[in-house]
């Protein structure tokens, strides 16, 4: 059984910036596929960023350019980092691992979520 659990969530100014984390309690983020995910109130949860097992990297266009995945192998811990914030960035945002090391699996882990708020 793996555990993400994200923190980093806030509240900030539009043009402002923030660093999301997703520790997870087993040995999981350089060997599989993992994603960072938000859900706005009444919208449909939506991929923002995906790394898999090789460093390759995939974004939505709507935060290309001012988001960026990486992740810390030691410490076991998936990050997101916003910048130039928009209010339409505003939402729950979630990591989440994949069953495989590869883009284009299934999820079978998902953290609680942290809010992030552009105001």
């Known amino acids: 059984h793996v555990q993400l659990v994200e923190s980093g969530g806030g509240l900030v100014q539009p043009g402002g910036s923030l660093r999301l984390s997703c520790a997870a309690s087993?040995?999981?983020?350089?060997?599989?596929?993992m994603g960072w995910f938000r859900q706005a109130p009444g919208k449909e949860r939506e991929g923002v960023a995906g790394?898999?097992?090789?460093?390759?990297?995939i974004y939505a266009d709507s935060v290309k350019g001012r988001f960026t995945i990486s992740r810390d192998n030691a410490q076991n811990t998936l990050y997101l980092k916003l910048n130039s914030l928009k209010i339409e960035d505003t939402a729950m945002y979630y990591c989440?691992?994949?069953?495989?090391?590869?883009?284009?699996?299934?999820?079978?882990?998902w953290g609680q979520g942290t809010q992030v708020t552009v105001s």
């Open positions: 989440a691992k994949d069953l495989d090391s590869a883009f284009g699996g299934n999820r079978d882990y």
């Open positions: 087993v040995d999981t983020i350089g060997r599989y596929c």
């Open positions: 790394l898999d097992s090789t460093g390759t990297t």
